[in-house]
């Protein structure tokens, strides 16, 4: 299914646990030494500077054999740019392909380029070929972008997928018109809300470190999207550029909104507490600054200097109150820094690993027989 040695990925994820462990001074540089040589991760990774000039690099190259073979069929372009985009496409999927399995990249900039222009061209020249409209489109964008996202584990596109579906669902709702308008910001929170509990249970699932990050990225854009699907801005706006809306349409009663506008941010923040889920927890501290601006869009109850200054203090103090707060820890929060990010979910399996290797003894040799000298007692003089 996925593009990358399982194996390899298995031991990039030990090698992420094990420098987390020995920056939390957990394990010695020693152990991290013996533990990484053991279970090295042969892919090419270099740093974000050089990702970027890589990932830059192959994007001018690509472009430059396709507007070579623009420029070979510029008589014809017309009817063959679908054909030939999607051909150059194909070109640099395999690509990606080769250079995946035998140079080893994951997230070089070199993968990156290749998979980003592949679904693009791949896409775009569909597009162009087949003549859809919107609601073929979308489902053009979900498909490819979700064979791509599920093969080479691509955050970003897994997002767009799900965007994509969203996208379906409206331009459905608005097709149908009536009934359906009424019903379409129901039908988004519906779906953002089971990806997002199914991505949750698709995360105890997937022990691959890469699906993981993809799901985590896929639970934001669900929140997010929920949220979006309730606000009372967005609804009042979309629903007045829909056909046959007046300026002040609003589907169903208006004080509905208000309250999804109001409630969701701090249910999440309240939820994101009590499990400890950081995600909610960051997802709905963000979009309570959503609220502010929503409520002084229509309320004009202050300057917006004035709001965004007030709402700073207010930032800065709860920022201040809360790391004294969790100073120790408490309830299992606490301000320990982490650098690197990532959840606690399947480093049982990691933790076993690293005291199988870190506090397991050397056998004990086998004692051998033979080799003695003894004598009397009608015995020989070997023995």
């Keep these: 299914m996925i593009a990358y040695a399982p194996s390899q990925l298995d031991n990039l994820q030990v090698s992420e646990a094990v420098?987390?462990?020995?920056?939390?001074?957990?394990?010695?540089?020693?152990?991290?030494?013996a533990i990484l040589?053991?279970?090295?991760?042969?892919?090419?990774?270099?740093?974000?500077?050089?990702?970027?000039?890589?990932?830059?690099l192959t994007c001018v190259v690509l472009f430059f054999f396709f507007g070579l073979l623009v420029l070979i069929f510029l008589s014809v372009i017309d009817k063959a740019i679908?054909?030939?985009?999607?051909?150059?496409?194909?070109?640099?999927?395999a690509c990606l392909e080769f250079v995946i399995k035998n140079n080893r990249h994951l997230q070089s900039g070199v993968d990156d380029a290749l998979l980003w222009i592949a679904v693009a061209l791949v896409t775009g020249g569909s597009s162009y070929?087949?003549?859809?409209?919107?609601?073929?489109?979308?489902?053009?964008?979900?498909?490819i972008t979700l064979m791509a996202g599920v093969r080479f584990a691509d955050r970003m596109l897994s997002t767009i997928?799900?965007?994509?579906?969203?996208?379906?669902?409206?331009?459905?709702?608005?097709?149908?018109?009536?009934?359906?308008?009424?019903?379409?910001?129901?039908?988004?929170?519906?779906?953002?809300?089971?990806?997002?509990?199914?991505?949750?249970?698709?995360?105890?699932?997937?022990?691959?470190?890469?699906?993981?990050?993809?799901?985590?990225?896929?639970?934001?854009?669900?929140?997010?999207?929920?949220?979006?699907?309730?606000?009372?801005?967005?609804?009042?706006?979309?629903?007045?550029?829909?056909?046959?809306?007046?300026?002040?349409?609003?589907?169903?009663?208006?004080?509905?909104?208000?309250?999804?506008?109001?409630?969701?941010?701090?249910?999440y923040v309240m939820r994101g507490i009590l499990s400890r889920d950081i995600l909610?927890?960051?997802?709905?501290?963000?979009?309570?600054?959503?609220?502010?601006?929503?409520?002084?869009?229509?309320?004009?109850?202050?300057?917006?200097?004035?709001?965004?200054?007030?709402?700073?203090?207010?930032?800065?103090?709860?920022?201040?109150?809360?790391?004294?707060?969790?100073?120790?820890?408490?309830?299992?929060?606490?301000?320990?820094?982490d650098d690197f990010g990532e959840e606690e979910k399947g480093k049982r399996q990691v933790e076993s690993l690293l005291q199988a290797e870190t506090l397991s003894a050397p056998p004990a040799p086998v004692p051998g027989f033979g080799g003695g000298s003894f004598g009397g007692g009608g015995a020989s003089s070997e023995f």
């Design 129 to 143: 070929l087949i003549g859809a409209g919107p609601i073929g489109n979308s489902l053009l964008v979900f498909f």
């Design 161 to 267: 997928s799900f965007l994509a579906l969203v996208a379906i669902l409206f331009y459905i709702g608005v097709k149908i018109g009536g009934w359906g308008t009424l019903m379409l910001p129901f039908v988004i929170m519906v779906l953002s809300a089971g990806v997002y509990f199914w991505s949750r249970y698709q995360l105890a699932r997937f022990p691959n470190i890469l699906y993981q990050k993809c799901l985590n990225v896929l639970c934001v854009a669900a929140l997010v999207v929920f949220y979006g699907a309730g606000n009372y801005y967005i609804v009042r706006e979309l629903s007045s550029q829909l056909p046959g809306a007046g300026n002040s349409s609003m589907p169903v009663a208006s004080w509905i909104w208000w309250l999804f506008t109001g409630l969701i941010p701090l249910a």
């Design 82 to 93: 679908g054909g030939m985009s999607i051909f150059f496409g194909l070109i640099a999927w």
């Design 37 to 56: 040589q053991r279970y090295a991760s042969w892919f090419y990774s270099p740093n974000f500077f050089i990702r970027i000039g890589l990932f830059l």
């Design 280 to 337: 909610l927890l960051r997802t709905g501290i963000v979009l309570v600054a959503v609220i502010i601006f929503t409520v002084r869009y229509y309320i004009a109850f202050a300057d917006i200097e004035i709001i965004m200054a007030a709402a700073g203090a207010f930032m800065l103090i709860a920022v201040y109150l809360a790391t004294r707060f969790v100073k120790w820890p408490r309830r299992g929060f606490t301000n320990e820094v």
């Design 19 to 33: 420098q987390k462990a020995c920056y939390k001074k957990q394990l010695s540089h020693a152990e991290q030494e």
